[in-house]
């Protein structure tokens, strides 16, 4: 697998190699060590999360306080999406920029997302299905929500309706007014989670 960082430290693109034969083809969609090793901190799974959604539901951006925080390997197994990472992590040097990541079932594509980046992705086809691993189990109270129609964010979802969305994501404050509020966790404090990949976290 090839493991390519975005423009936002913390966040990375896993493309499989892809084995073809007579029957179709084959991939290895992760590897924890090859990965933990990529991203410079420990990746293991304690929590496996599926959504399913209907073509142009927009769903995020969500991201989880520190502590608990939460890495994520995220992917699409069924349907495609436009999906796209945002940095929630106040004095970052990328605070409130972004990644974009196309993702379909049959390309395998994958993004990792660190702790303290929000994630959010907009359904292109019917019954799209995600998949994410992630590092830690859901803990209530912890979730954060920001608008993903921020035009402060200016997100590139090329929307030609208005998207389905939940009345929770709908509601989501704004990122000015997520930091304000002190909802959004502190850059320092997501970079020192990060050791040394052979220490345990």
């Known amino acids: 697998m090839k493991i390519s960082p975005t423009q936002i430290p913390g966040a990375f693109q896993i493309t499989p190699e892809k084995l073809y034969d007579n029957r179709g083809y084959f991939y290895e969609a992760v590897r924890t060590e090859i990965l933990s090793e990529a991203v410079g901190a420990p990746f293991s799974v304690a929590q496996v999360n599926f959504s399913v959604s209907a073509k142009n ?23 495609a999406v436009l999906d796209i990472a945002v940095d929630l992590r106040v004095g ?33 086809t019917d019954d799209t299905c995600m998949n994410y691993l992630c590092s830690e189990v859901y803990v ?61 976290r």
């Open 92 to 124: 970052s040097p990328t605070f409130g920029h972004h990644a974009v990541t196309y993702q379909d079932a049959d390309s395998g594509v994958a993004v990792y997302l660190a702790e303290g980046l929000g994630h959010g992705f907009l359904a292109l």
């Open 57 to 79: 539901t927009l769903r995020g951006i969500h991201g989880t306080t520190l502590p608990p925080g939460q890495a994520k390997l995220v992917s699409c197994v069924r349907g």
């Open 140 to 200: 209530p109270g912890t979730m954060i929500d920001v608008d993903a129609l921020d035009p402060a964010l200016a997100l590139p979802w090329n929307l030609t309706e208005p998207p389905i969305r939940s009345a929770k994501d709908a509601a989501a404050p704004t990122l000015a007014e997520a930091e304000a509020r002190g909802l959004l966790p502190r850059y320092e404090d997501c970079i020192a989670l990060y050791s040394p990949v052979s220490e345990p």
